[in-house]
Each structure stands twice: as structure tokens, then as C-alpha cells.
């Protein structure tokens, strides 16, 4: 019986596992394949069956992929509601800017001219200077 044993080591490489998984099953649902051989953990043979049974199920279904397709579809339409806003608030800018120039040129008008009229507008006793 002990010729047909296999070690934990020799059981994660044909599961093509990790050693560290392999002792993490044997605590858990491997168990009842267990046999310790001069302080050594050597598994039944049917431990290879059992896990053959309950394989690994994969994480990513079909379901998940469309609702992430879904997801991507949602994020793409935002993306572009935000770039229309940001076209719109850079128009809105860009007028702000304009009226802002244009002001500032028509402020810088009657300052030139109060100047003009500061010095037509003189006191009696600067006549004779």
C-alpha cells in the first residue's frame, strides 16, 4: 500500500499547483486521503481522483464578461457626456474671455480721455504758467 502513495510535493506537481495549496487541501477536504508514513504526509491515490471530480471552477463566467462589457459601454457614454461638457465650458470661456477684452479696452478709453480733459480743465491761477 505504501508503494501507490504519493507525497504532497509529488501531488502538487501533477496537479500543477503550488505546494502551498496543495498542504492548504490536504488540511481541508483531502483529509480522509491522508496517511503519515514516518512523519512524512503521503496521499491515497484517489486524492488525484477527488480533485479530478471537483475541479477547479474558472472565476470569469460569460455573465461577468457582459456585465463588464455593459460596464465599459456605461463608462464610454459618460466619457463622452464629459467631453461635450468640457467643449461647452471652453465655448463659454473662450466668450467670457472676449467680453472681458472688450471691456477692459472700453475701460482703458475714458481713462485716456479724463486725462485729456484733466489737462484742458485748468485753474485761473495756472494761466499764467
Known amino acids: 500500500m505504501q508503494d501507490n502513495l504519493i507525497s504532497v510535493s509529488e501531488y502538487a506537481k501533477r496537479l500543477n499547483i503550488s ?17 503519515v508514513v ?5 496521499l491515497q ?4 481522483e477527488a480533485f479530478q471530480e471537483n475541479p477547479i471552477k474558472p472565476t470569469s463566467t460569460e455573465n461577468e464578461f457582459k456585465s463588464l462589457e455593459i460596464q465599459i459601454q456605461i463608462l464610454n457614454v459618460q ?8 467643449e461647452y465650458k471652453d465655448q463659454l470661456i473662450e466668450k467670457l474671455s472676449n467680453i472681458i477684452s472688450m471691456y ?11 486725462a485729456v480733459q484733466s489737462e484742458k480743465k485748468r485753474h485761473w491761477w495756472q494761466f499764467g504758467k
Open 104 to 114: 477692459s479696452s472700453q475701460a482703458t478709453l475714458p481713462e485716456s480721455s479724463q
Open 45 to 48: 491515490p484517489e486524492a488525484l
Open 38 to 42: 514516518n512523519g512524512k504526509k503521503m
Open 19 to 35: 505546494v502551498q495549496a496543495a498542504y492548504k487541501q490536504v488540511n481541508g477536504k483531502l483529509k480522509p486521503y491522508l496517511i
Open 79 to 86: 466619457i463622452e457626456d464629459l467631453k461635450q461638457q468640457r
